[in-house]
């Protein structure tokens, strides 16, 4: 017996020796690339995409449930077919009647609005997944958020095949771009839009429901990012927890390991969800509207977001559309202090206000825009707690665009407001 202890001790050290010289595990493999779209999608002008059933609504079971939806699906939930175009419908910002074609009309600018992605992070201890389903949440209910990621990919090279046929000058956001303010959400979205060899939209465990690559939504992908300039808009939900709550409210929930507003679990079958215990990831924390400016300053060119925006707080800003009289100003109105409304108000014409979408953002063009530039600001009155401040400088590299369109000088006033004269 004595004899073997040695022997015993011998091999606890090359065991010791091994765990000291083990290596790293090989990195994992990129994804794969798609190829590129072969030609730019039919429009609804050409074709519309209707359901082959009749939509029931509410429908009679839980899309989200795991049991439900394949329910659903084995009797042709989802399936759609051919239908007939739809006529372009024509628009004037006043509801009058547009005036009629010129003899050369010409275009003058041609863009994506891409609005309320709403990017979540499915997994987060902030979810307040219990509430979303048919009925009275149907506003917030998205049974396919473990798959935005990869729809908003498909979005994206649906942009560029259209541009590749015919070239588009740039994408508009329409705020609410991730769902609940968290760092992780904006560096999925930002990521797809700017390309990426790889994204993998998956927080606290490192999920793979279906064994193997490009399988399932927690899987990463390549993404090809957008062919033509996107510009960054601001939502209540890329500023507030859930589009609703301040942040610093929030702040020890989202990072925490406890949910109980409910939250997907994709260790399990389908991703139900769950409420409980989590696997807190640090990389959900919330942003903060200075914290949110300064990553997205960070990614690509910016997207509209540069250290004038940064040291005011806000993304308010403006660019023109090249060798046109147009100009793009872009608002950003949601309220720090909560809720979904912003804090810009119409008065109607009974003389009541009521409350706006925090998303903002308009075209100028020659005189006529100035009526319409005047009511976008029009509802932001200066602080009473000081007088407006000088209107930040415009530098040269970023200002220098000039037109001749008519615009709307913003002076701050505070975070939350601003005085507007033509």
Not at 93 to 119: I, M, S, W
Not at 187 to 203: K, M, P, Q, Y
Not at 259 to 278: K, N
Request: glycine share 10%.
């Amino acid at each position: 017996m004595r004899r073997g202890r040695p022997a015993a001790v011998f091999l606890l050290a090359l065991a010791a020796c091994a765990a000291e010289e083990s290596v790293d595990p090989a990195p994992l493999p990129a994804p794969t690339p798609l190829p590129a779209l072969a030609g730019a999608p039919p429009l609804t002008t050409e074709r519309t995409l209707v359901p082959r059933a009749a939509v029931i609504d509410p429908p009679a079971r839980n899309p989200a449930v795991p049991v439900e939806i394949e329910q659903m699906l084995a009797e042709g939930y989802g399936e759609l077919e051919i239908g007939p175009g739809l006529p372009l419908a024509p628009a004037t910002l006043d509801g009058t009647p547009p005036p009629p074609r010129g003899p050369r009309p010409k275009l003058l600018t041609r863009f994506v609005h891409l609005a309320d992605t709403q990017l979540a992070d499915d997994e987060s201890p902030a979810r307040l997944a219990i509430f979303d389903g048919p009925g009275p949440f149907a506003s917030a209910f998205r049974p396919q958020e473990g798959h935005e990621c990869r729809i908003l990919n498909a979005a994206v090279r649906t942009i560029n095949a259209f541009h590749r046929s015919t070239p588009l000058d740039f994408v508009l956001l329409g705020g609410d771009n991730a769902d609940s303010a968290q760092t992780n959400e904006i560096a999925w979205f930002t990521a797809i839009l700017d390309g990426a060899e790889r994204v993998e939209c998956d927080s606290g465990d490192d999920d793979d429901p279906v064994q193997g690559p490009d399988n399932d939504p927690k899987d990463p992908f390549f993404a090809e990012g957008l062919l033509m300039p996107w510009r960054w808009v601001t939502g209540n939900h890329d500023v507030l927890h859930q589009g609703n709550f301040p942040v610093d409210t929030r702040a020890e929930l989202v990072t925490g390991s406890l949910s109980d507003g409910g939250t997907r679990d994709w260790s399990l079958p389908g991703g139900p969800v769950v409420t409980g215990e989590v696997v807190p990831d640090p990389r959900r924390a919330l942003l903060s509207r200075p914290a949110l400016l300064d990553q997205l300053a960070a990614t690509g060119d910016g997207h509209g977001i540069g250290p004038d925006e940064q040291a005011y707080g806000k993304a308010f800003y403006e660019f023109d559309v090249k060798d046109t009289p147009l100009r793009v100003l872009v608002l950003d109105t949601a309220a720090e202090t909560g809720g979904p409304n912003g804090v810009i108000s119409r008065t109607t014409s009974s003389g009541s206000s009521a409350r706006r979408s925090t998303e903002r953002s308009a075209i100028a063009g020659g005189s006529s825009s100035r009526p319409t530039t005047r009511r976008a600001c029009s509802g932001m009155a200066p602080s009473p707690r000081r007088a407006p401040p000088p209107c930040p400088a415009r530098s040269a590299s970023r200002r220098g665009r000039r037109s001749s369109a008519a615009t709307t000088t913003c002076c701050s006033t505070s975070r939350a407001t601003r005085t507007c004269t033509g």
